[in-house]
């Protein structure tokens, strides 16, 4: 019986397709995602509109927080905190 089109799931089943698998990390929170396939990637990743990077579902429809940044963030503040307290003389 032939396979009708869109029976890609089953080909992958029975191990006549097999596509690469790729990764992507996720540009605002670091998080690993699975791409089992470059035709679904966009079902997996989507595309920061801010930063033009890939991000993961769960940061879709947040700020903008590049993970990088966020470091630079924490980093920032602590130095800032650092000053304040030496101004206050504490
Ligand atoms: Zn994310
Ligand atoms: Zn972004």
């Known amino acids: 019986m032939p396979q009708k089109p869109g029976g890609v799931g089953q ?3 029975d191990g006549l397709l097999v596509e690469e698998v790729a990764t992507s990390t996720c540009a605002h929170c670091a998080n690993i995602t699975d791409i089992p ?5 966009m079902d997996h990743v989507d ?5 033009m990077r ?3 579902l769960k940061c879709v429809g947040k700020p ?3 993970f990088e940044k966020t ?4 980093e920032a503040d602590y130095y800032r905190s650092v000053q304040l307290r030496k101004a206050l003389g504490l």
């Open 11 to 13: 080909l992958f089943c």
């Open 37 to 41: 396939s470059r035709k679904k990637m």
């Open 47 to 51: 595309v920061c509109r801010n930063c």
């Open 54 to 56: 890939l991000i993961c």
């Open 64 to 66: 903008c927080t590049p």
């Open 71 to 74: 470091i630079d963030r924490i």
